[in-house]
């Protein structure tokens, strides 16, 4: 339910990417990044390409009286066009304030998923609708090597193995699932990220016993 956001800068070929919860973006943690990246790499922010990625709307994100005063806290009345309060509860447009947030350095490319992972179970997985039962979503970016680096390669087959993933998740028998799961950790040693083997294996059972229940 988290934001994920994606900065690409073309000119300097830098990127880098933020999670965002509501606390994330009460802290402006976008905004952060990309002045990050113009002091690390001299990024510009007209020069910036975001992505802001599937995340909960304000249709879903129905909280108390906390998170505006946060946003307001942050951004005073700037806030008000992303809170709406409906009855005792207030809805947030997390998605808009990030978008603001860069708006605000002159970031003029940005590009914002439309999709809620509240509303959209099909293709994602909510903690606001599942809770602990739920998975885990990944948003990757990488810069490609010109002269095909091998490591490009190995984070495109890793893609690949989370998409099928993905695919055969609602319909693959419990044992089948486990060791494609498990099989990911391949992928990731490839990549140089370890973890504990024996930890991997219990959560990749856990995951598998609850899509075989949930269908």
């Known amino acids: 339910d988290c934001g994920t956001i994606l900065l690409y800068d073309p000119v300097h070929r830098a990127i880098g990417a933020v999670h965002a919860g509501w606390r994330g973006v009460a802290a402006g943690l976008v905004a952060k990044t990309a002045l990050k990246m113009h002091d690390t790499f001299g990024t510009e922010p007209k020069d910036l390409l975001c992505a802001l990625g599937p995340a909960i709307g304000p249709c879903c994100f129905e909280t108390d009286d906390d998170v505006p005063a946060a946003m307001h806290n942050a951004l005073g009345a700037q806030a008000d066009p992303f809170l709406t309060r409906r009855g005792a509860k207030w809805h947030i447009d997390l998605k808009a304030i990030n978008a603001h947030w860069l708006k ?92 504990n083997g024996a930890r991997r294996r219990e959560d990749a059972r856990r995951f598998a016993s609850f899509c075989a229940v949930s269908g």
């Open 104 to 195: 605000s350095l002159g970031v003029r490319h940005i590009d914002i998923c439309p999709h809620c992972t509240a509303c959209r179970q099909d293709l994602y997985w909510s903690h606001r609708k599942v809770g602990n039962a739920r998975g885990a979503q990944i948003a990757l970016l990488a810069l490609e090597d010109p002269a095909d680096d091998p490591f490009t390669e190995k984070v495109k087959d890793f893609y690949a193995h989370l998409t099928a993933l993905r695919q055969m998740a609602r319909s693959a028998p419990a044992e089948q699932l486990l060791e494609e799961i498990f099989a990911t950790t391949g992928y990731l040693a490839a990549l140089g990220v370890t973890e």
